[in-house]
């Protein structure tokens, strides 16, 4: 018990163990949705569901230890809502890599993420933005899983007239047939989003759902989110939308999930990861600039909910900051946990998913009087054990995991009132980074959008010079990016 208090600091910290371990299983209560809703994203690229539910598992716990061992910081680290998004969405359905490519580049990330941190790059970076931006992209990623959410609950149907449809199946639209049935349409913004007319049960259980979700939000319910998840499965089955005869437990075991996690664990070092992505020159642009992408979000992501929460309760000082600034080499408490969090990511892609963040949720734990690692050691735990929920997971409906999208959206546009809006200079680019992701369905376009304006409005006000050359180079990057894609 002394060895515990002396190394993770009780004292100084002004906590116990059991505040620690109260505080680290809030935590896990509170972000433990991410269990349900990573594999739930990911394996719409491909990647088989049980093998990301352990992946999940796996890379939470190893990030979040690594974090509070190295750190001694309250927080709990996962695959990013957002960044799985982004991963399944953008990567893979977009830009046409496979899932196993696409774990290459978040491996590449974590690495870059390492190296960075270890230098001076990250912290030349993480000053080099300016706090409207950062707000504004942490706002944008709100937005877009929102959507992403509302989407998922089955509340919106798309119409579009044939003239405005340019492909389906990647075809000639016009054809009378389409073997194998429709796969894919893309037409032009002609398209129309709609509410559905509200008869689809499946529809009225995810509203349900969120209504539940909501509510015990609003009466600070301990794991409110994973709570609404339980209780929307649960109506589900009651009312029919999952039907449990059809699922077969012995393929959703432990034992299974584990043979799964063979297909997707060491995938990037295969001939389908690594070799794949670089095997292809003409290529190696949009690759360069995915994984760009990919480390841009996870950097903010975690430094904005470092700050967020750190500042007001004190785990990261003033001190703290002055010394990140002045900071030559690894030695802030901010460096350690930034260099955790990357650690993370690294794993995560070995096992398959996608780049592990510090979550906004450890909150509720710091909430709890969390104060300390053991905080984090506690949620690591927790993660562990939640192992043998693996059969539970295929009868988790989409309808279930929607409303803990829309929830996390809300609670990530907090964001928006650090930014002027009142200020058409810093307006503009906070709506291209924050408000335009969500519309054009893509957090590196939002991001590029963002910088992109910034500098613009920098140019033509005169104020070019106050702009930092990490972010010139980064607004050319993204402008280069869109020269290579409108080439091939």
């Not at 032009?188 to 969120?210: N, Q, R």
């Not at 998840?229 to 939308?241: A, E, M, P, R």
């Not at 994984?291 to 703290?320: H, K, M, N, P, Y």
């Not at 180079?473 to 290579?484: D, P, W």
Request: glycine fraction near 10%.
């Amino acid at each position: 018990m002394n060895t515990i208090s002396k190394f993770f600091r009780f004292k100084e910290n002004k906590t116990n163990l059991s505040t620690e371990i109260t505080a680290g299983v809030t935590t896990f209560l509170a972000m433990s949705y991410i269990i349900f809703v990573n594999p739930a994203i990911l394996e719409l690229s491909g990647m088989p569901n049980q093998a990301v539910f352990l992946a999940t598992i796996f890379a939470s716990a190893i990030s979040t230890l690594a974090i509070g061992l190295i750190a001694n910081v309250p927080y709990a680290l996962g695959p990013g809502m957002g960044l799985n998004a982004f991963f399944t969405y953008t990567v893979v359905f977009s830009l046409g890599f496979t899932w196993q490519e696409a774990l290459s580049m978040v491996f590449i990330c974590g690495l870059i993420n390492v190296l960075i941190t270890l230098t001076s790059i990250r912290r030349m970076l993480i000053l080099a933005i300016p706090s409207t931006l950062q707000n504004a992209i942490s706002a944008g990623i709100g937005v877009f899983i929102g959507y992403l959410g509302i989407k998922n609950l089955g509340l919106l149907q798309f119409t579009s007239d044939a003239s405005n449809i340019i492909s389906v199946n990647g075809g000639d639209p016009t054809a009378e047939t389409f073997a194998g049935g429709v796969t894919n349409v893309v037409s032009t913004g002609g398209i129309l989003p709609e509410l559905v007319d509200f008869t689809d049960s499946g529809v009225l259980i995810g509203l349900v759902g969120l209504l539940l979700t909501i509510v015990l939000l609003l009466k600070n319910v301990r794991g409110a989110i994973l709570v609404g998840i339980v209780l929307t499965t649960l109506l589900s089955i009651l009312f029919g939308v999952t039907d449990l005869s059809a699922i077969d437990f012995s393929e959703n075991s432990l034992g299974s999930a584990f043979a799964d996690l063979g297909v997707t664990f060491g995938a990037i070092f295969t001939s389908e990861g690594l070799p794949s992505l670089f095997g292809d020159v003409t290529r190696l642009p949009v690759v360069i600039m995915t994984i760009f992408a990919f480390s841009l979000a996870d950097v903010f992501d975690t430094v904005g909910t470092f700050i967020g929460t750190g500042r007001q309760t004190g785990i990261f000082t003033d001190e703290d900051m002055k010394a990140l600034e002045e900071s030559t080499g690894f030695d802030t408490k901010m460096e350690k946990a930034l260099f955790g969090d990357s650690i993370g990511t690294i794993f995560g892609a070995v096992l398959g998913t996608s780049n592990t963040t510090t979550f906004v949720e450890s909150a509720a734990g710091i909430g709890a009087g969390g104060r300390t690692g053991m905080t984090s050691v506690s949620t690591a735990i927790c993660f562990v054990l939640a192992m043998f929920l693996a059969p539970v997971i295929s009868i988790v409906p989409p309808q279930a995991t929607a409303p803990a999208l829309i929830i996390v959206g809300i609670l990530m546009l907090s964001s928006l009132n650090n930014i002027d809006w009142n200020n058409f200079e810093v307006a503009v680019p906070a709506f291209f980074a924050s408000i335009f992701m969500g519309l054009v369905y893509s957090v590196s376009n939002g991001i590029a959008a963002g910088f992109i304006t910034y500098g613009l409005i920098s140019l033509v006000t005169g104020k070019a010079k106050k702009v930092h050359p990490i972010l010139w180079i980064s607004m050319g990057l993204f402008i280069l990016n869109y020269i290579v894609m409108a080439i091939l």
